[in-house]
């Protein structure tokens, strides 16, 4: 440590700088908390193809104009299929988890979810024929082990639903992988910006699909959320659905930035480390917004996800810095969320 980057506060710029990505990471966090709540929230209210068109509208001119503001635009290197690749993977994954909600508490979503580390570890190991290492064996036993004790399968507290955001945290390791080998000199927000403009496309897909050929009945009563298109926005509830649609458009912007600042300023592997706060702040926004809370053998295959996705990214992280592979090309952890 040199006496001159010592700050006021006794921490080198090396320490800073982890202090500030964990700041960033853990605002991005709560932000990204708040809006799977608030989503679940408005499954009642809401189709997910018009909360999404609705959302995209909203987040667009603010992701332009931020853009705008620092200078930030597509750069000369990027792969435009690539990144429409990226983003129709991390649409797909946030439908199934939209739809997982409504059937879920936020917790035990959340945490399938997050096993997503897992898949990366596994598909980062067949991609490059290499043998795992200790942490990453170990990571993927205590994650499959949480998984099923999240499951419980054969038992009154298994759900069927339960597979659809272990579905979407696959779709979410392949698109963490496009993200890390054929979009890593992207600008995060430019991604963000390629991932709104996928929402945008297929909500109104879905939209127009359901217009012009309606399912059955009985779909749309079993399943409202996803079965159904436009629902008319009564008085009533305008004024408090708008702001949350407007909120919900604000997050997107706001977690996308302070996701991509804690990649800048932080190594990539403390940083992934930390945005298993999310877990943490899922749990709160669930208890406080719908007072669930997951019971015991679930509180325990959560905590078995989050140390299995601890100890995975501890070993990508060692291998990366035994490899010296530069930290851009190593995030491969929750952060390529945006």
Known sequence: MFCGEISLFGL?????????????????????????ALVKWLSDTLS???????RALVALPLLGG????????RRDGCRPVWVGVRSLLLVAMW???????????????????YSAPLWITLLYGLRRKRRLHGFEVGAVVIGFCGVLILLRPGTSAFSAMFWLPLAGAVLYALAAMLTATYCHDESPLVLALGLQLG????????????SAWPLPPAWQQAAPFIATGWHPLTSPGLVETAALIAGLAVIAVVASAAMARAYQVAPAPLVAAG????????????????????????????????????????????????TRVPV??????????S
């Open 12 to 36: 080198s710029r090396m320490e800073r700088g982890a202090v500030g990505g964990l700041g960033w990471i853990v605002l991005s966090a709560v932000l990204l908390a708040l809006a799977d």
């Open 48 to 54: 997910v193809w018009q909360l999404v068109t609705l």
């Open 66 to 73: 931020v853009m705008c503001l620092t200078g930030i635009r």
């Open 95 to 113: 439908l199934l988890v939209y739809l997982a909600l409504t059937g879920l508490p936020l917790p035990a979503v959340s945490a399938a979810l």
């Open 199 to 210: 929402f945008l496309g297929v909500g109104l897909a879905g939209l127009v699909g359901l």
């Open 275 to 322: 945005d298993y706060s999310y877990l943490a702040f899922s749990a709160l926004w669930s208890l406080w917004l719908f007072g669930q809370t997951p019971d015991g053998w679930g509180a325990l295959g959560i905590g078995l996800i989050v140390c299995a996705g601890l100890c995975a990214v501890r070993g990508r992280g060692d291998c990366a810095a035994k």
């Open 328 to 337: 851009r090309r190593a995030r491969l952890g929750p952060g390529a969320r």
